[in-house]
């Protein structure tokens, strides 16, 4: 049996690293934004110093609630692996979101095409908001979560949701990428979906470490603390380097977005 099978079988933390992507998909994905090809020009997310202040700027206009009703196993899973990695169960909490994420995908693509730009983190939100009034602020950032993940990597066809190769090359224009590092150009929907997966483990930590909480889940919330800390060492070091498989870290985000989503729960 191939190893792609033998790890489909596994653990999602464990397939999750050794699954790599098939030849059709790399060459989409690790191929750099053409935004000539759609009349654009380049527009950056705000700096890591504002980006929090304008997110829940947002929040409190639209008046969002927050109720705390998310497993951390669940999330664990689906942060470590897309779906079509492993044969595991999907909670239906993240998988009943699925019909929202194409019509949020379109949303966004048209908005960038009327600016001629690039949708920054902060509008992504808005434009959630705006299409999804009825949501709270965790299902708001579970479906961009999904949308953006799936735009940026098309491996979650088991959750539901599946898009064409020009969705995906489009995506690259219309997405805003994080202008922190030398490789900002590289890959801003993998940034943009690592961000908005890191905000929802940074939730589903900090949401089970209110007060009054019970010593299981303060010890748990700790360790996957530590462990969501660590994404980019441990995926540079077992993806990438023991099993070879192309990509790059996106250490700023992931820290970013998790830091953000911790935020959101005060």
């Not at 053409?34 to 705000?46: E, L, R």
């Not at 909670?91 to 001629?116: F, M």
């Not at 940026?152 to 959750?159: K, L, P, Q, T």
Request: with cysteine.
């Amino acid at each position: 049996m191939a190893l792609v099978e033998i790890a489909r079988k596994l653990p999602p933390v464990i397939a999750g690293a050794l699954v790599p992507y098939s030849p059709e998909l790399e060459k989409i994905i690790y191929q750099p934004p053409d935004y000539q090809k759609y009349g654009k020009k380049i527009w950056y997310n705000p700096p890591p110093e504002t980006i929090l202040e304008e997110i829940t700027r947002i929040i409190k206009e639209k008046n969002l609630s927050f109720p705390i009703s998310i497993k951390k196993r669940d999330i664990l899973n689906y942060f470590v692996a897309f779906a079509d990695q492993h044969a595991f169960p999907l909670h239906p909490s993240l998988t009943s979101y699925t019909p929202k994420c194409k019509e949020l995908l379109g949303k966004i693509l048209d908005a960038s095409l009327k600016l001629q730009r690039p949708i920054t983190i902060p509008e992504q939100l808005k434009i959630a908001t705006e299409t999804f009034p009825n949501l709270n602020l965790l299902e708001i950032i579970i479906v961009l979560a999904h949308t953006s993940r799936v735009a940026a990597r098309n491996c979650d066809s088991r959750i539901g949701i599946k898009v064409t190769k020009s969705e995906m090359e489009e995506w690259k224009t219309a997405v805003s990428p994080f202008g922190y590092t030398k490789n900002t150009l590289n890959d801003p929907a993998g940034d943009t979906y690592h961000f908005w997966g890191a905000v929802l483990a940074g939730i589903s930590v900090r949401t089970k470490r209110i007060k009054g909480t019970n010593l299981y889940e303060e010890i748990t919330g700790e360790v996957l603390e530590l462990f969501y800390r660590q994404t980019a060492p441990l995926t540079n070091l077992i993806r990438y380097k023991i099993f070879k498989h192309a990509g790059l870290t996106h250490d700023t985000i992931d820290i970013l977005g998790f830091e953000i989503g911790q935020a959101l729960c005060f």
